[in-house]
């Protein structure tokens, strides 16, 4: 009961923590905001759920979108994964920067055009600058690009898909990336361009061939690691 969190304001904000699974495996958990302790809760603000898997204990983030002059003075913790023990520590509310030495912005004097996936979603990770989709997350895991600075989206001349990776344990790993309309569910028309093998630690320069997709306008650009519990680390991504 850290009282001294309270009132909490939600404006380009992210919810950070350390966690684990100490018998393995992987549990869902989520966050919920209330206006304050049971009964008087509303309004109210529940977080993307997030999925925590194996029993190394590594960071985990989820984005917080903005809440307006909404101020919130409870802050609850759910193990939606009934049966299984969770470690958390470190639970935090920090700024979410427009600039950062993260993967997923990057500092150059062309930064409205660099893609920006900082939001996981699905049971994805990002920790330390890698990217991660566990073994335990959903089907659809990924991460949504949210430099909205890029949108819309036009391909209609032949272009291509640039951006740098590694895979820091080394061994492949492969992605993809999905164009759709506008966020789920009004995602058609929907273009995904075809996967891409990373390999080595080595932070190098890969290309996808985008072909002309004629008058068609996206405002989602999606990124999935399609290779399960990998960290890959992705900088750079750019439509040219």
């Known amino acids: 009961?850290?009282?001294?969190?309270?009132?909490?304001?939600?404006?380009?904000?992210?919810?950070?923590?350390?966690?684990?699974?100490?018998?393995?495996?992987?549990?869902?958990?989520?966050?919920?905001?209330?206006?304050?302790?049971?009964?008087?809760?509303?309004?109210?603000?529940?977080?993307?759920?997030?999925?925590?898997?194996?029993?190394?204990?590594?960071?985990?983030?989820?984005?917080?979108?903005?809440?307006?002059?909404?101020?919130?003075?409870?802050?609850?913790?759910?193990?939606?994964?009934?049966?299984?023990?969770v470690t958390i520590t470190d639970v935090e509310i920090v700024d979410r920067p427009s600039n950062s030495s993260t993967p997923t912005t990057q500092t150059t004097t062309t930064a409205s055009k660099v893609a920006e996936f900082s939001e996981a979603f699905g049971g994805a990770t990002i920790a330390d600058s890698v990217f991660t989709v566990p073994n335990g997350a959903q089907s659809w895991a990924g991460f949504a690009n949210m430099n909205t600075a890029l949108y819309p989206i036009t391909i209609g001349t032949d272009k291509k898909l640039t951006f740098k990776a590694s895979v820091p344990e080394g061994g492949p790993a492969d992605v993809r990336f999905r164009f759709e309309f506008k966020p789920y569910p009004n995602v058609n028309p929907a273009y995904d361009a075809d996967s891409i093998t990373i390999t080595g630690d080595t932070h190098k320069k890969y290309s996808i061939e985008l072909p002309s997709q004629g008058s068609k306008t996206f405002s989602s650009l999606i990124l999935y690691i399609v290779t399960r519990d990998v960290g890959v680390t992705i900088t750079d991504v750019k439509i040219e």
């Open 1 to 85: 009961m850290n009282g001294a969190l309270y009132p909490i304001t939600l404006k380009d904000k992210k919810l950070r923590f350390k966690a684990s699974v100490p018998e393995g495996g992987s549990a869902d958990v989520r966050f919920r905001f209330e206006f304050k302790p049971y009964p008087d809760v509303n309004p109210t603000y529940d977080a993307d759920s997030i999925t925590v898997s194996g029993d190394t204990h590594k960071e985990y983030s989820i984005n917080l979108p903005n809440q307006g002059s909404k101020t919130f003075s409870s802050l609850i913790l759910f193990i939606v994964t009934q049966d299984v023990g």
